[in-house]
């Protein structure tokens, strides 16, 4: 009798993509590398094109913000080497307000910044400015500099941007309980590109495209796929960490038992997948400190025997295998056998 093979762990890919290998060779590039080639495609005068209303009203290809994410403006606009690397990219006496509009956007608040200023719905300066307690002056003076600052952001060369830039990917702020990503680079902010078929193809068939513009616009959109499919599968991936492991980032307990192939399968990634995004990535903790993502995973071991410290330390007689069973049950939920007990005491020492 043959055994039932386990099954695998595949990329959630729509079916052209799923055996793309210019999508692993994306996954696998460095992210400098990977910014590069995101700006790549946004500077293609063509590509531009595809994003506009195409014949019948429709963008051939939208963008589409990631649900929970933000952008770090604060903490990108307080950065001098990065103001620095934006001024000699895309030069402009607008950088001089540089302090005034960090103040500004600061005494409003992270949740009004987010609310009034980075929204993508249009911008109301009287309303901004009653919720934000800024005069309706200060209140469009900072969405020009934030809407300008972004842009600017966007534009610098990856080899010009601070190293922190590159290996921090997001600030972890607390929201109604929970957290989301505040992204230090606006290529994730502004999400993921959506593709419209049937408004790529009425495009294609209208006669406005040359042929070779046609073949080029076909092989845009597929690599503006590419390059959603790295982005979405990093936030996805980065959104099951922060989901997992909010009690550490809220200062509410230790880090959970949780695994790589664990959060492969979550988010429906294949491991290496998963092994790659996190790979000498970090993320900026609500208390100010870089945390590497990697040090967010915990074997489940490692987790049982800091539980079975703290029960044999608040312990004042000595418990027995199956006693410390019992008490790590009723303390902390965890169910494990005695001789697992054991066995765990006599690799510790405990």
């Not at 001024?87 to 992270?110: I, N, S």
């Not at 190293?163 to 290529?187: I, N, S």
């Not at 593709?195 to 406005?208: H, T």
């Not at 070779?212 to 590419?226: M, V």
Request: net charge positive; hydrophobic share 45%; glycine share 8%.
């Amino acid at each position: 009798m043959e055994k039932k093979k386990k099954p695998e762990l595949g990329l959630s890919q729509t079916p052209s993509l799923r055996h793309d290998l210019r999508l692993f060779a994306l996954l696998a590039r460095p992210e400098a590398d990977f910014l590069a080639a995101a700006a790549e495609l946004e500077a293609d005068p063509l590509f531009a094109r595809l994003l506009a209303p195409g014949p019948g009203g429709a963008s051939p290809v939208a963008r589409r913000r990631f649900r929970g994410a933000s952008y770090a403006f604060t903490m990108a606009c307080g950065d001098a080497a990065l103001a620095g690397a934006a001024e000699k990219c895309c030069a402009g006496e607008w950088l001089a307000d540089r302090p005034a509009m960090l103040a500004l956007a600061k005494k409003t608040g992270e949740a009004g910044f987010e609310k009034y200023f980075l929204a993508d719905a249009a911008f109301d300066p009287a309303a901004a400015a009653k919720a934000c307690g800024l005069t309706p002056k200060e209140a469009a003076d900072l969405k020009s500099f934030t809407d300008s600052f972004i842009l600017a952001h966007e534009r610098i060369p990856p080899e010009r941007l601070p190293q922190q830039q590159l290996r921090c990917a997001a600030r972890v702020v607390e929201e109604g309980g929970g957290l989301k990503a505040a992204y230090t680079h606006p290529a994730y902010f502004r999400g993921a590109y959506v593709i419209n078929g049937p408004a790529l193809g009425r495009l294609l068939k209208s006669g406005a495209l040359t042929r070779a513009e046609a073949a080029k616009a076909r092989r845009l959109a597929s690599a503006a796929q590419r390059v959603s499919w790295r982005k979405a599968g990093f936030h996805r991936l980065l959104a099951a960490i922060l989901e997992e492991q909010k009690d550490f980032f809220l200062g509410k307990g230790p880090l959970k038992p949780f695994s790589q192939r664990e959060l492969a399968a979550r988010v429906e990634l294949n491991p290496g997948t998963v092994s790659r995004l996190v790979s000498s990535r970090t993320v900026a903790a609500p208390w100010g400190e870089e945390v590497r993502l990697k040090d967010l995973f915990r074997a489940k071991s490692a987790f049982v025997i800091d539980r079975m410290k703290e029960v044999l330390g608040a312990s004042v007689e000595k418990l027995t295998d199956e006693q410390t069973a019992a008490a790590l049950k009723s303390s902390y939920g965890i169910k494990i056998s005695r001789r697992s007990v054991n066995l765990y005491r006599s690799r510790t020492g405990l």
